[in-house]
């Protein structure tokens, strides 16, 4: 178990050198992302002029507040997953995203891209967003706007984490691990109780 300050974007190695139990702590820039984002980039055709390449992205859709000078971050929450399981192939191989924050985890095609092209996803426990939106220093821009709140964020994050290596470039996942556990507790306690 290691401890790794990043400062984005970060180089595949970096993100090959996690490993799940590891924490990550983010500087520099982070994009948020969500269902509608994804869908209109991927579905729809839309591009983005942000260069995510050897970036990370966080599952949310932010409260913000408008100002004369942009966005201002109210509460920065992430959201589940897994929903947007299939979007993260195509984020890595289209866009060179290295690393995926979010809650819940992803499932066997993620852990395969991750494999495959060089990243880890980065859990975050729930109910943590008034903790997470300190560590945004800034809304430095937003692209795909006409789709907010679930417009592509960029944040300014200092000190963000630390976070979780929930799944690695290895083909580890902290979720199998825990369902795999939790199946032979089940089938122990049945086994004492002379359940079949």
Same mark, same amino acid.
């Given at each position: ?10 180089? &595949? ?17 982070? +994009? ?8 209109h980039m991927f ?6 002029? +942000?260069?995510?390449?050897g970036h990370a ?46 809650? *819940?985890?992803?499932? &066997? ?9 060089? *990243? ?26 006409? /789709?907010?709140?679930?417009? /592509?964020?960029? +944040? ?37 109780? *002379?359940?079949?």
């Amino acid at each position: 178990m290691a401890h790794h300050d990043f400062s984005t974007p970060i180089s &595949e190695a970096q993100a090959r050198a996690l490993r799940v139990d590891d924490t990550v702590t983010l500087n520099g820039t982070l +994009f948020g992302i969500r269902d509608a984002t994804q869908i209109h980039m991927f579905d729809r055709g839309r591009k983005t002029r +942000f260069d995510l390449r050897g970036h990370a992205v966080i599952h949310t859709a932010p409260n913000v507040r408008k100002t004369a000078a942009g966005y201002e971050a109210v509460c920065v929450g992430t959201t589940t997953s897994d929903r947007m399981e299939r979007f993260t192939r195509p984020l890595m191989r289209e866009y060179g995203v290295r690393l995926v924050i979010g809650k *819940g985890g992803l499932r &066997e095609d993620s852990l395969q891209s991750f494999a495959e092209l060089g *990243g880890a996803y980065l859990a975050i426990i729930g109910g943590t967003a008034a903790l997470e939106t300190t560590w945004i220093e800034a809304i430095e821009d937003v692209d795909l706007d006409d /789709l907010h709140p679930e417009s /592509l964020w960029k +944040f300014r994050v200092n000190g963000f984490g630390p976070l979780l290596v929930a799944m690695d470039s290895r083909g580890e996942s902290l979720y199998t691990r825990v369902k795999t556990a939790a199946q032979q507790k089940r089938a122990d306690a049945l086994k004492r109780l *002379g359940v079949r």
